[in-house]
């Protein structure tokens, strides 16, 4: 079983920045894939960005290229999703997911493993 607790989230100002964590138990990780989704009100959820753990490819979606970056600490068994440059659509519930593969997906029922979610709120 893998548990995984996010934090880091808050409220920030248009162009700010804010680091999540995503802090993992139960299970090594060398063959998964770690990713963080987020749902904004109303609509469905969404893939952000993927690792895997032990290989390093990094994934992302369109919209954060260049402003989100994604990693992981070996040591601490913690995923990170650094975010700069945010923007109000980036507001939504951060959730940090695993899947036992070691290529990424980005559809939600590919993740067997889901943490509780981390509030980003960014205004403008």
């Known amino acids: 079983q893998v548990q995984l607790v996010e934090s880091g989230g808050g409220l920030v100002q248009a162009g700010g920045s804010l680091r999540l964590s995503c802090a993992v138990s139960?299970?090594?990780?060398?063959?998964?894939?770690m990713g963080w989704f987020r749902q904004a009100p109303g609509k469905e959820r969404e893939f952000v960005a993927a690792?895997?753990?032990?290989?390093?490819?990094?994934y992302y979606t369109d919209s954060v290229k260049g402003r989100f970056t994604i990693s992981r600490d070996n040591a601490k068994n913690t995923v990170y999703l650094q975010m700069n440059n945010l923007e109000p659509e980036d507001t939504a519930v951060y959730y940090c997911?695993?899947?036992?593969?070691?290529?990424?997906?980005?559809?939600?029922?590919?993740?067997?493993?889901w943490g509780q979610g981390t509030q980003v709120t960014v205004s403008s």
């Open positions: 997911a695993a899947r036992a593969a070691l290529q990424p997906d980005t559809q939600t029922y590919e993740y067997g493993y």
């Open positions: 690792i895997n753990w032990s290989r390093g490819n990094i």
């Open positions: 139960g299970r090594t990780l060398t063959r998964y894939i």
